[in-house]
């Protein structure tokens, strides 16, 4: 069993497709005090402020999982879009680049403690705008960073990808698996 530190619905899909019985349990750490404007800097703190949190409120009786995921492109760190607009910019920004996700992994237990970096690096097809307007209208983009959504909206998209789909969507779950069997 494993708590995973953290309110996203993707990260516990992606936990629940890999068959790991977990608890989803959040909290309240404010990420956009953060004031790190290094995409892989932002990640690790984020990540570290959550991990903490958890361990401050909750201790660690049972292995604990927390993330954070950031969207760079064209050197611009994207972080979760405030607004549609926002979301708009963003998207704009990514149509038919390259985009780079990283997400940021850090699993804790009594006997070991694993920090993981990971990066997945797509090339996007250009955008259609009517697409991409009926995504913005239907806020699948929202608590997502970069309004990305490489499982959904994006797919289509993708011309080339390097990397574990996971990380995109958040969690690296194929480098979880063999630290999970030791804990």
Not at 118 to 146: I, N, R
Request: aromatic share 10%; charged share 25%; with cysteine.
């Amino acid at each position: 069993m494993v708590i995973l530190a953290s309110n996203s619905p993707t990260r516990a899909a992606l936990l629940r497709q890999a068959g790991i019985a977990f608890e989803q349990r959040g909290v309240d750490f404010d990420e956009e005090r953060l004031t790190y404007e290094a995409p892989k800097r932002f990640a690790y703190y984020a990540t570290k402020g959550k991990l903490e949190r958890f361990l401050e409120l909750y201790g660690l009786e049972t292995p604990v999982l927390a993330a954070d995921t950031v969207v760079t492109c064209k050197g611009k760190l994207l972080q979760k879009a405030p607004t549609r607009e926002a979301a708009r910019a963003m998207l704009e920004l990514q149509s038919g680049s390259q985009v780079s996700i990283m997400t940021c992994m850090m699993y804790q237990t009594l006997r070991l403690a694993l920090i993981d970096f990971s990066v997945t690096h797509y090339q996007f097809a250009p955008f259609a705008s009517g697409e991409m307007e009926a995504y913005l209208e239907c806020d699948a983009w929202e608590g997502k960073a970069g309004a990305v959504e490489v499982e959904g909206f994006c797919k289509p998209y993708i011309r080339k990808v390097v990397g574990f789909e996971s990380t995109a969507m958040g969690l690296c779950v194929e480098k979880l698996l063999p630290f999970l069997e030791r804990a």
